[in-house]
């Protein structure tokens, strides 16, 4: 089953995708709502409401309202290669805030004091069904809505200003989300990045460290995933920040973000 969240005038709904059209959850404002709902699965499937034709459909961040957005770092073995780094123990952690981000077609609008250095992270966001405190890796599954693709944009020279991260990966309304929560994904599929069209990244979600099902036993052992929170996996090697020469994005290119079965993220980035 696939879901989505789309902006109507004034409003946004929670949809179910089918084939070349959305079917309206009734009762719902977007995904953030729906997974909020223990029965949600259930609600979705049985919804009948308006049919809206996907052609030219507007399309906001596929769960817009996370209360967490759990980011992990250095998790693909070709990044940490390319990165001059160890494989790593456990997982390394930060967050991002929802206010970073945006549509899965939106133009992202980057300020120019901080557009030195634009680089793109492309991402498998795992997406939570269920509450998760101390959860096995054998159990993980059954507390995971779905999955969906994400840039983890990123401003480098923030993001190296300090020791943590965070300052460098929330920029205001940057991270392209969705464009579907697809609850019967499994791992082994291309990722990809293209810069206007030029291959930047191109890898296989098999290649992940720690799995979607490790992240939520190592995560829910520490703090409370509830339904709706976010994890985005990390991303891949190629990007722009270990290039030689280094190659960032610049004002009105396009950055595309594909996970094979999951769809494309595509935003136009624009300096201001």
Request: net charge negative; aromatic share 8%; hydrophobic share 40%.
């Amino acid at each position: 089953m696939r879901l989505a969240t789309l902006r109507r005038p004034g409003s946004t709904v929670a949809v179910r995708v089918d084939d070349d059209h959305a079917v309206v959850i009734d009762g719902f404002r977007d995904l953030s709502a729906l997974l909020a709902e223990p029965e949600w699965r259930t609600v979705a499937a049985g919804a009948d409401g308006e049919r809206i034709p996907l052609d030219g459909a507007d399309y906001a961040p596929v769960v817009p309202r996370p209360g967490k957005i759990v980011c992990v770092g250095l998790n693909y073995a070709t990044h940490i290669q390319e990165m001059g780094r160890e494989l790593p123990e456990y997982p390394t952690l930060f967050a991002k805030f929802a206010d970073a981000l945006t549509g899965p077609y939106d133009d992202v609008v980057v300020p120019s004091y901080a557009a030195a250095q634009l680089d793109w992270e492309a991402e498998l966001a795992v997406i939570m069904g269920r509450d998760a405190y101390q959860v096995s890796r054998a159990d993980a599954d059954d507390y995971i809505a779905g999955y969906s693709v994400i840039n983890d944009y990123t401003m480098r020279d923030y993001q190296y200003r300090t020791p943590q991260w965070d300052q460098g990966k929330t920029f205001q309304a940057t991270s392209g989300f969705g464009p579907v929560l697809d609850t019967e994904y499994a791992l082994g599929t291309p990722i990809e990045t293209r810069l206007s069209g030029e291959v930047m990244q191109s890898s296989n979600t098999a290649d992940l460290v720690f799995t979607p099902d490790h992240l939520v036993e190592y995560i829910s052992h520490i703090v409370t995933l509830r339904a709706g929170d976010v994890i985005i996996t990390g991303t891949t090697g190629g990007v722009g920040h270990a290039r030689k020469p280094a190659r960032y994005i610049q004002d009105g290119e396009t950055v595309e973000v594909t996970i094979g079965g999951l769809g494309t993220v595509r935003n136009t980035t624009h300096v201001r």
